[in-house]
């Protein structure tokens, strides 16, 4: 019963689509709009009911979507990811051995088989993908709001000297000029105070508990404190943001360090060790050397060239951006 109502569904999709192309309607539905354009929606649509035995291998996903400032349900991911994989790995079982056939002259079987291994891998590295993908923008929300705690809280700390109240502050830093990840946060402190009717108390303890820093933690909660004591909330923040600016400053030499560590991988990985292979495989080649495996030395060149070369280095730009201070 439910596979049908599945397909029904797919159906439907596939006979507006065609009816949008051939003009026979001007403008989609509101609902029909929210399926185009958001994939997560579609895809909790197709799968939503489905997919509740998986739900437990994700069981630690939730909290780091709660964490990460990913708009987007628990459930709704985790079919967006199932969704996504399956594509990726039926595109992949697809092309991986027509190109081999058609641009390597690669055997049939070999080219099946390399097919199958690679859907594989695409299966596992879409899942993973996917599940890291929050992980990672938590993490990175983290060392934004962190490199900018030093100015925020200077900035926080005149206006509190000014004798603005806690709910006018956050008002400030939600509508800067300059995008900043501490003005989202604000923006959200904010909404929960006109929107939801709490009071800044309460919207900075939500904060509090939603933030992946755990130092933005410590000074919200530093925050909630002076208010509900009633002290100086101006000497507080002065006094944090010089805290700040020396770990800041620790903080830019360990980087420095760092840096010239990962310069030294580089060249050793990305620029030696991929040119002492591609000579070692140019003369097997001239040599007439044999087969690895079911892969030629100029089936593995092209392979290095156009996909370990690159794919290196994506890796490398991914881990400099994860530990690269933003000011």
């Given at each position: 019963?439910s596979e049908?109502?599945?397909l029904?569904?797919v159906?439907?999709?596939?006979?507006?689509i065609?009816a949008?192309?051939?003009?026979?309607?001007?403008?989609?539905?509101?609902?029909?709009s929210i399926?185009?354009?958001?994939?997560?929606?579609?895809?909790?649509?197709?799968?939503g009911?489905?997919i509740?035995?998986?739900l437990?291998?994700?069981r630690?996903?939730?909290?780091s979507?709660?964490?990460?400032?990913?708009?987007v349900?628990?459930k709704?991911y985790?079919?967006?990811t199932?969704?996504?994989?399956i594509?990726?790995?039926?595109?992949?079982?697809?092309?991986?051995?027509?190109?081999?056939?058609?641009?390597f002259?690669?055997?049939?079987?070999?080219?099946?088989?390399y097919?199958?291994g690679?859907g594989l891998?695409?299966?596992?590295?879409?899942i993973m993908?996917f599940?890291f993908?929050p992980?990672?923008?938590?993490?990175?929300?983290k060392?934004e709001?962190?490199?900018?705690?030093?100015f925020?809280?200077?900035?926080?700390?005149i206006?509190?000297?000014a004798r603005?109240?806690?709910?006018?502050i956050?008002?400030?830093?939600?509508?800067?000029?300059?995008p900043?990840?501490i003005?989202y946060e604000?923006r959200d402190?904010v909404r929960?105070?006109?929107?939801f009717g709490?009071?800044v108390i309460?919207a900075?303890?939500?904060?509090?508990?939603?933030?992946?820093s755990?130092?933005?933690?410590?000074t919200l909660?530093?925050?909630?404190?002076?208010i509900?004591?009633?002290?100086n909330l101006?000497a507080?923040l002065r006094?944090?943001?010089k805290?700040f600016?020396?770990?800041?400053?620790?903080?830019?030499?360990?980087?420095?360090d760092?840096l010239?560590?990962?310069?030294?991988?580089?060249?050793?990985?990305?620029?030696?060790g991929?040119?002492?292979f591609?000579i070692?495989?140019?003369?097997i080649?001239?040599?007439?050397?044999?087969?690895l495996g079911?892969?030629?030395?100029e089936?593995?060149l092209?392979l290095?060239?156009?996909?370990?070369i690159?794919?290196?280095?994506?890796?490398?730009l991914?881990?400099?951006d994860?530990i690269s201070?933003?000011?």
């Amino acid at each position: 019963m439910s596979e049908n109502k599945v397909l029904e569904k797919v159906k439907k999709l596939v006979i507006r689509i065609k009816a949008l192309f051939k003009g026979k309607i001007e403008a989609p539905s509101k609902e029909f709009s929210i399926e185009l354009n958001k994939p997560h929606s579609l895809a909790f649509q197709l799968l939503g009911g489905r997919i509740d035995r998986v739900l437990p291998l994700f069981r630690d996903l939730d909290q780091s979507l709660y964490k990460s400032g990913i708009k987007v349900n628990f459930k709704a991911y985790v079919s967006l990811t199932v969704f996504s994989a399956i594509l990726v790995t039926t595109a992949t079982v697809v092309l991986v051995p027509s190109l081999l056939i058609l641009a390597f002259h690669t055997p049939f079987l070999p080219a099946l088989l390399y097919g199958c291994g690679g859907g594989l891998f695409a299966f596992a590295f879409s899942i993973m993908g996917f599940y890291f993908y929050p992980i990672y923008r938590a993490d990175k929300l983290k060392r934004e709001l962190e490199d900018e705690l030093p100015f925020t809280t200077g900035y926080m700390a005149i206006l509190a000297s000014a004798r603005v109240s806690p709910e006018k502050i956050f008002y400030t830093l939600s509508n800067m000029s300059v995008p900043l990840a501490i003005s989202y946060e604000a923006r959200d402190v904010v909404r929960n105070i006109n929107l939801f009717g709490l009071d800044v108390i309460s919207a900075l303890e939500e904060a509090s508990r939603r933030s992946p820093s755990e130092v933005f933690r410590e000074t919200l909660e530093g925050f909630i404190s002076i208010i509900h004591s009633g002290g100086n909330l101006a000497a507080y923040l002065r006094e944090k943001s010089k805290q700040f600016m020396k770990l800041k400053r620790i903080s830019l030499k360990k980087f420095s360090d760092t840096l010239s560590i990962l310069s030294e991988f580089y060249i050793s990985i990305l620029l030696t060790g991929p040119l002492l292979f591609v000579i070692m495989l140019a003369v097997i080649s001239m040599l007439g050397g044999g087969f690895l495996g079911f892969l030629s030395s100029e089936l593995l060149l092209n392979l290095l060239t156009y996909i370990g070369i690159p794919v290196g280095a994506i890796i490398f730009l991914i881990i400099l951006d994860a530990i690269s201070p933003r000011w």
